[in-house]
Every structure is written in C-alpha cells, then in structure tokens.
T-cell receptor
Framework: QQPVQSPQAVILREGEDAVINCSSS?????VHWYRQKHGEAPVFLMILLKGGEQKGHEKISASFNEKKQQSSLYLTASQLSYSGTYFC??????????FGTGTRLTIIP | DAGVIQSPRHEVTEMGQEVTLRCKPI?????LFWYRQTMMRGLELLIYFNNNVPIDDSGMPEDRFSAKMPNASFSTLKIQPSEPRDSAVYFC??????????????FGDGTRLSIL
C-alpha cells in the first residue's frame, strides 16, 4: 500500500526545475507533501484533496489526478534551500497517512 | 508558538532495557501520531490517538511496544524489552481535528534511538 515515488533521487543545478511523482495502487482521498532535511523532522508543504486541484507554495506547486491515483510535485527555479527528501503522504479515506518511498533532491550551485 | 516537543533527543541503551519516549503535542491539537523512520522501511505509522483515545495501533510491530496518552498534552511510547532492530528515529506528530485527510501534521524533532 506504500505509495511509490519517482525518481528516487535527483540532482539539479540552482534555477532548474524538477517534478516528483507519487503513485498509489489504491484510490486516494487526499495527498500531503512534506520535505525533510537531513537530521531534521519532516515539514509540511501542502495538502491536495480530491478534485484534481493544483496548489502552490512559493515556487513549489502540486497536482492531484484521482483517475491516475497519482500526485505530482513541481519545483520551479529551484533554490539551494529546496534540497532535502520529499515525501508524499497518502490518505485512503481513513484517518491516517501512509508515506511514500521518498525522493532525495540535491541542489548544487 | 511551541511546536511538538519530544524527549529525549537521543537515547543509547543496551538490549533488554526498557525505553520510554515522550511527546508533548501542540496545544489544542487533538490528534497525535507516533512514527518510526529507518532507511529500510521509511516513515511508518505506529499508532495514532484522537482525543487521547488510541484509534489505530495496527502499525505497532509487536507486544514489546506500547503507547499511552493519559491527557491531551502528553504521550509516551514504551519499548520493553528493547532489541537492536528497534534502533531508529521515532517521531511524534500532532494535528488539529479528527481527519488526517485535510489537516497538516506537525512533527517533533524526533528521538534517535540506538539499541546496542
């Protein structure tokens, strides 16, 4: 049931764009996105509810495709501060989240 | 505002010892979650509480693990007896409301547990 994220890791130069995907084998009710820097706690970025909406947070936005049971996180004009591991958290209609496999993002100057 | 507070930040103990991890959620939050993070298994939900009541403990690995929430501002996760495979980072998180689907979870800094 754990959502699968792709890619597993990506290295970008500052200013480049990235897309991180989160795919589920079960129907999704909502998707959360979190970022975790090394040695720190996960930090909430955004929630997407059913309806295929797209949300934004600074230069980070995300979409949710119910039919494809997938969510994508878009990072544009990446900054050094965006480095970290990104996790999607899937909600299947109950009261808990199942976190994805994680995507390690490294931004280099 | 104070975030989720966990203690201790680090714990090193010998196999067989009892370990108690503590968590103070954000004031006013009525859902509390305990997670375990390892390289192999990622971030796993162990148990969660709503209004101090355990709702789902299906993620608790075995009977050696137990969790309590005696009041709205305090929770413990206990491992007795501890084993080396319990070594991990344990996070506590809290959120407003009952449904995790539409409320962000706020994580504490975690407890890094090493069982020798």
């Amino acid at each position: 049931q754990q959502p699968v994220q792709s890619p597993q890791a990506v290295i970008l130069r500052e200013g480049e764009d990235a897309v991180i995907n989160c795919s589920s084998s079960k129907a999704l009710y909502s998707v959360h996105w979190y970022r975790q820097k090394h040695g720190e706690a996960p930090v909430f970025l955004m929630i997407l509810l059913k309806g295929g909406e797209q949300k934004g947070h600074e230069k980070i936005s995300a979409s949710f495709n119910e039919k494809k049971q997938q969510s994508s996180l878009y990072l544009t004009a990446s900054q050094l501060s965006y480095s970290g591991t990104y996790f999607c958290g899937a909600n299947f209609g109950n009261e808990k989240l199942t976190f994805g496999t994680g995507t390690r993002l490294t931004i280099i100057p | 505002d104070a975030g989720v507070i966990q203690s201790p930040r680090h714990e090193v103990t010998e196999m067989g010892q009892e370990v108690t991890l503590r968590c103070k959620p954000i004031s006013g939050h009525n859902s509390l979650f305990w997670y375990r993070q390892t390289m192999m298994r990622g971030l796993e939900l162990l148990i969660y509480f709503n209004n101090n009541v355990p709702i789902d403990d299906s993620g608790m690995p075995e009977d050696r693990f137990s969790a309590k929430m005696p009041n709205a501002s305090f929770s413990t996760l206990k491992i007795q007896p501890s084993e080396p495979r319990d070594s991990a980072v344990y996070f506590c998180a809290s959120s407003l409301g009952q449904a995790a689907s539409n409320q962000p979870q706020h994580f504490g800094d975690g407890t890094r547990l090493s069982i020798l």
